[in-house]
């Protein structure tokens, strides 16, 4: 006969699981046994995840070392099964059929996260089957636990609440989780759930979430549910991200982790259900469950109308970030001309969407730039911008800003003469010579006011007064551009006359100095001038050449003598002009000389230069030790006459090239012999054929600043080398300024070491060099100077 087996699923809160062996009927007879699917508690309403609803059950049943295996849907099924003692695992809606699993496997099976529908629940029981049995009651529970949370904002604090998500959640675990009491395997991986966004300015939020078992074990340390943190929490620990704002800027995250109390434990466990009520009542980073980001973005700009390409503005970024998170940035311009605003760090980025780096924690400055040709009331005129930054887990945050640009209109004039004012501008500025006005593309309204005996000659595109735009003293003036200049002109009422005399005292000569008084007499004006003298090519100043005066109509006055310096040959002209402290000419006058080149001779001393101590010896018939003197450089000093007034043009200019050809004689001291005169002499033996190389005198390549004061170096000892030369000097040999006192012996030569020295004496003809033993060349290039070059006329003086 067939027997009812209803297997009633009772969804109850279990503790712990058993596992149990039970026996098979060894006839072989079998129970039809009517198998009904039916909850405990039907849901009150639908929800995404209906707690209660049984939509398929893979039931196993244990016993004797055999096993069975049903998959049923729907509400009533029918199964054959040999009567015995078994232990019955149910594994519910996992929606698909499981297969024979052994027991060893059932054991083992992990089950998925929960997903929206139904959950996963696991039931079992121990019984007898046989004829009489109708009802099997299994009872099951839900693999998954309930997590409710209910959060709210304290009535005090500005808090908005953004988004709710739970956080490290495991992909499966096992069916039968009571036969694993072991932590959570943490191999098969963690997941956070959706971010639940709230609505703009939300203070409350509720909700549920569901998810597998996740057994992190207890932290015995933990004392204070503020210590719940993640510094404290086992890895892969489950836990809420409530993520608010705090004012406009500021980002909160509020970490709380999931457990059987508020402290040390942080196991959730299967079937169990958890409400968190919640309340954010600050946003304090000293408590540790608490990290935030603060975003400080502000911008500014010079004035209130700006003006394109001319003002720029600059974006200043902060980011105080005692979070992880990173960012990213955009500047999107809402209104304006995107397509001619930029934003820079080094070099621009045109365009109204413009990335921007925003730095994890610290600042970050860029530079910002508009520039349209030419600034239109409503179409461009005001620049609206946003920069939103994004954080890596997806929130944003917006600041807006906007900018007014306007056209900017100079209308100049010269100071001290009339005017100017302007009307129907959005702003303006003044100087003491021009007006500055910022309008739109329809401009604004400029007028010429004479004043200080000066009347208005017009407007004028250009300061050079060429290009006349209008007679009118009243000018409407409309830009094409952004920034543009106007020029008002005023002129004299009356002409006045200047009279100049100069009283000179001329060289003439180049490089040499004119110096010129000036007497100058105004009439039919009375006021500041200013006189300047210039000269535009041949000749420079070394004295003032501008003079400010006030003068009176009428009176005479005389300046400061002006010297003038002429640097070139021919008529050189220099010119003196008066004009008004307005800049308008008054006077003129053109000094013209006629300039010849200076010639310059040059002198040329050849001598010794200053002597060097030798060996000091005692002579005959004394008690004192003296030294031996000789010398080892020939030196040539030049200078040029006349001495020129103002060198400095050309001071570094070669101007000579002199080479010095001399004969020489080379000789040693072999003893010393009676001059028949109570005083003894050296005795000299002339090296014939000399092999002395290096005694040369080198050329004399001066400038006019070297022959005013520098010796040249014709040669010296220490050039010279050769087999005959012993530690060569240059004769005369002298104890001190004179010849060596005498008596003078042969042993006293030995004992003063002359005898191992080559001696070296240089001849020229004398009075007069011959042509042989001199070049003279000029190496100066310009007609500005005569340099002679005559050995003629060149005063040569030979002290060798």
């Not at 003692?85 to 089950?111: F, M």
């Not at 109390?261 to 942080?266: A, L, V, W």
């Not at 009331?377 to 800003?401: C, I, L």
């Not at 004179?738 to 005898?755: D, R, V």
Request: with cysteine.
């Amino acid at each position: 006969m067939k027997y009812l087996l209803n297997s009633f699923l009772s969804l109850i809160l279990l503790s712990g699981c058993q596992q149990f062996v039970g026996e098979i009927c060894p006839d072989g007879r079998t129970v039809v046994v009517t198998l009904e699917l039916q909850p405990e508690q039907p849901a009150a309403k639908a929800r995404a995840t209906d707690e209660n609803t049984i939509q398929d059950v893979n039931l196993y049943l244990y016993g004797n070392g055999q096993s069975y295996h049903f998959y049923a849907t729907g509400a009533s099924h029918q199964i054959d099964i040999a009567p015995g003692t078994y232990s019955i695992h149910a594994a519910v809606n996992q929606h698909k059929d499981l297969g024979e699993l052994p027991y060893s496997a059932l054991i083992n099976y992990r089950t998925d996260a929960p997903q929206e529908g139904t959950l996963t629940m696991y039931g079992y029981a121990y019984q007898k089957l046989d004829l009489t049995t109708k009802v099997i009651q299994v009872s099951v529970k839900r693999n998954a636990a309930k997590i409710a949370y209910n959060i709210t904002v304290a009535p005090d604090k500005e808090i908005e609440i953004l988004s709710v998500q739970l956080c490290s959640m495991p992909n499966k675990d096992y069916l039968i989780c009571e036969e694993q009491m072991d932590l959570t395997d943490p191999s098969y991986g963690f997941y956070d759930s959706e971010v639940r966004t709230l609505p703009e300015g939300a203070k409350s939020a509720s909700g549920l979430f569901y998810m597998l078992s996740n057994r992190r074990g207890e932290n015995s340390t933990i004392k204070d549910q503020k210590q719940k943190n993640a510094e404290n929490a086992p890895e892969n620990a489950s836990f809420f991200r409530i993520r608010g704002r705090s004012g406009e800027n500021k980002i909160v995250d509020y970490i709380v982790y999931l457990g059987a109390n508020n402290t040390s434990d942080f196991n959730v466990w299967p079937n169990e259900a958890h409400t968190y009520n919640i309340t954010l009542s600050g946003d304090n980073e000293t408590d540790t469950r608490i990290s935030s980001y603060t975003l400080d973005i502000t911008d500014w700009w010079p004035r209130k109308y700006n003006v394109p390409d001319n003002d720029y503005g600059g974006l200043d970024i902060y980011v105080t970030n005692k979070s992880d998170y990173t960012f990213t940035g955009t500047l999107k311009v809402m209104k304006g001309d995107g397509e001619k605003f930029a934003a820079g760090d080094g070099g621009w980025n045109f365009g109204p969407d413009v990335e921007l780096y925003i730095p994890q924690r610290g600042g970050q400055r860029y530079d910002l730039r508009y520039a349209p040709s030419l600034v239109k009331k409503g179409v461009n005129s005001q620049v609206q911008y946003q920069v939103v930054v994004n954080d890596n887990a997806g929130e944003s945050t917006k600041f807006n800003f906007a900018c007014e640009f306007a056209n900017m209109v100079q209308a100049y004039f010269t100071t001290g003469t009339g005017s100017v004012t302007v009307s129907g501008e959005l702003a303006k500025a003044a100087g003491t010579n021009y007006v500055l006005a910022y309008c739109y593309e329809d401009g604004c309204t400029f007028t010429a006011v004479d004043g200080n005996g000066y009347a208005f000659d017009g407007w004028y595109a250009d300061q050079a007064y060429t290009q006349l735009l209008s007679a009118s003293a009243s000018y409407m003036y409309a830009p094409t551009k952004a920034k543009s200049s106007i020029y008002a002109k005023f002129a004299l009422e009356k002409q006045p006359k200047v009279e100049i005399s100069c009283n000179q005292q001329n060289k003439n000569s180049t490089y040499m100095y004119n110096k010129n008084t000036v007497t100058m007499t105004v009439t039919d004006y009375s006021g500041p001038v200013t006189i300047k003298a210039t000269c535009a090519a041949g000749g420079l100043f070394t004295s003032t050449t501008s003079f400010s005066k006030t003068v009176v109509s009428g009176q005479s006055f005389t300046l400061d003598p002006i010297v003038f310096v002429p640097t070139a040959v021919g008529n050189i002209s220099y010119t003196l002009d008066v004009t008004t402290s307005t800049g308008i000419k008054i006077g003129s006058k053109t000094v013209t000389n006629n300039i010849v080149a200076t010639k310059l001779t040059p002198k040329i001393s050849i001598s010794y230069d200053s002597n060097t101590r030798q060996t000091s010896y005692k002579p005959a018939y004394t008690s004192t030790y003296v030294y031996w003197f000789g010398y080892k450089t020939v030196i040539a000093r030049v200078a040029f006459t006349p001495a020129l007034d103002y060198p400095a043009p050309i001071e570094s200019a070669q101007l000579l090239k002199i080479q010095l050809y001399p004969t020489f004689r080379a000789y040693e001291i072999t003893g010393a012999e009676d001059t028949s005169s109570g005083q003894w002499a050296p005795v000299e033996r002339t090296i014939n054929s000399p092999s002395i190389s290096g005694h040369e005198f080198a050329p004399i390549n001066t400038t006019y600043a070297d022959a005013q004061g520098i010796s040249y170096t014709l040669t010296s000892v220490s050039n010279m080398t050769g087999l005959d030369a012993k530690n060569p000097l240059l004769a005369p040999y002298t104890e001190g300024d004179t010849i060596l006192l005498l008596p003078f012996t042969e042993s006293e030569a030995i004992a003063a070491k002359m005898m191992d020295r080559t001696f070296i004496k240089y001849f020229f003809n004398k009075p007069t060099l011959l042509p042989s033993q001199i070049s003279v060349s000029n190496s100066y290039p310009k007609n500005d100077l005569q340099i002679v070059t005559d050995i003629k006329l060149i005063n040569i003086t030979n002290n060798l």
